[in-house]
């Protein structure tokens, strides 16, 4: 009995150590879509879009701001950020390192409430059960990382319909505030996109059915969001425990369906620093190469 319980606690052990090295295993997942109506990429391949999200930054954390920041050498067209670039009050110059080459790439982002609000410890069976956990309203510098982000040229799409082009085709956003502590007001930005945008997309942090169904209503192509991170905590093969919002375990991360919509779940690029692990869920950023119709 006794030799049990020590083989136990060495397998509880080592599995720790290997969730706490996952958090460090960057990667980039890659999708196609072929949403464009032929002509509109004029002999280019694709209009790329990199999706970052839960970027949970802490001070020290080099080898995610290297990794990030080289991302910019795929030389997206749109880069598109869903929150929770915080994880720490000092963080946003580390948060700014990372982003650094992609704000000068066309951009537009939206929050969540760990960009708000510092983190704090987490009870993990309320995790395990997938129970919301309260704010702790401990206000984060998020007021002077979105001037940043917008003097680098950026757009605050919390509540607001922008349309601007980015290369050839012409873009219809429109985002909401973080849904996970019902921050969003989509009567705001109620309607259907602009019927001259190439390419409409839709920005949440959360993913929370009452949202995306309005998205999907309003005839958006394309709902990216984060949040879940990917469940964090997965079983092998990579099937979700949680998803920490309502959408399905089945959609945690990925591309998917969502009725006429496509969406994109990204696994996040982080986590809150006082659950700093990983199992069979990589921290990941997204590349989407929407492509023409044929």
Same mark, same amino acid.
């Given at each position: 009995?006794?030799?049990?319980?020590?083989?136990?606690?060495?397998?509880?052990?080592?599995?720790?150590?290997?969730?706490?090295?996952?958090?460090?295993?960057?990667?980039?997942?890659?999708?196609?879509?072929?949403?464009?109506?032929?002509?509109?990429?004029?002999?280019?391949?694709?209009?790329?879009?990199?999706?970052?999200?839960?970027?949970?930054?802490?001070?020290?954390?080099?080898?995610?701001?290297?990794?990030?920041?080289?991302?910019?050498?795929?030389?997206?067209?749109?880069?598109?950020?869903?929150?929770?670039?915080?994880?720490?009050?000092?963080?946003?110059?580390?948060?700014?390192?990372?982003?650094?080459?992609?704000?000068?790439?066309?951009?537009?982002?939206?929050?969540?409430?760990?960009?708000?609000?510092?983190?704090?410890?987490?009870?993990?069976?309320?995790?395990?059960?997938?129970?919301?956990?309260?704010?702790?309203?401990?206000?984060?510098?998020?007021?002077?990382?979105?001037?940043?982000?917008?003097?680098?040229?950026?757009?605050?799409?919390? #509540?607001?319909?922008?349309?601007?082009?980015?290369?050839?085709?012409?873009?219809?956003?429109?985002?909401?505030?973080?849904?996970? #502590?019902?921050?969003?007001?989509?009567?705001?930005?109620?309607?259907?996109?602009?019927?001259?945008?190439?390419?409409?997309?839709?920005?949440?942090?959360?993913?929370?059915?009452?949202?995306?169904?309005?998205?999907?209503?309003?005839?958006?192509?394309?709902?990216?969001?984060?949040?879940? #991170?990917?469940?964090?905590?997965?079983?092998?093969?990579?099937?979700?425990?949680?998803?920490?919002?309502?959408?399905?375990?089945?959609?945690?991360?990925?591309? #998917?369906?969502?009725?006429?919509?496509?969406?994109?779940?990204?696994?996040?690029?982080?986590?809150?620093?006082?659950?700093?692990?990983?199992?069979?869920?990589?921290?990941?950023?997204?590349?989407?190469?929407?492509?023409?119709?044929?």
């Amino acid at each position: 009995m006794k030799k049990s319980l020590v083989g136990l606690g060495a397998l509880g052990l080592s599995t720790l150590a290997y969730a706490n090295l996952q958090t460090r295993d960057f990667i980039l997942q890659e999708y196609e879509l072929p949403l464009l109506a032929p002509g509109v990429l004029r002999g280019k391949a694709s209009f790329d879009v990199l999706h970052v999200s839960d970027l949970h930054m802490i001070p020290g954390q080099r080898a995610k701001v290297e990794w990030v920041s080289g991302l910019d050498a795929l030389e997206p067209d749109l880069v598109v950020n869903t929150g929770d670039n915080l994880s720490d009050k000092a963080a946003v110059p580390w948060v700014l390192d990372a982003l650094g080459p992609l704000l000068n790439r066309p951009g537009a982002f939206v929050f969540g409430t760990n960009d708000y609000w510092a983190p704090r410890p987490v009870n993990p069976l309320k995790y395990v059960l997938d129970q919301k956990r309260e704010p702790s309203y401990v206000d984060l510098p998020w007021k002077g990382m979105r001037a940043a982000f917008i003097e680098r040229g950026w757009r605050d799409a919390t #509540h607001q319909r922008l349309e601007f082009k980015a290369g050839d085709v012409r873009l219809a956003l429109a985002g909401v505030d973080d849904p996970h #502590h019902e921050l969003d007001d989509y009567a705001t930005i109620a309607g259907a996109p602009n019927v001259d945008a190439d390419l409409s997309i839709a920005l949440l942090h959360a993913p929370y059915r009452r949202v995306l169904d309005a998205f999907e209503a309003d005839g958006y192509q394309l709902a990216l969001a984060g949040h879940t #991170h990917g469940g964090q905590i997965r079983l092998p093969g990579g099937r979700a425990l949680v998803t920490n919002a309502d959408i399905d375990r089945e959609r945690a991360s990925g591309l #998917h369906r969502y009725g006429g919509m496509w969406m994109e779940v990204s696994q996040g690029l982080g986590q809150s620093k006082y659950a700093p692990a990983r199992l069979f869920c990589k921290p990941a950023a997204s590349l989407i190469h929407v492509t023409e119709r044929t």
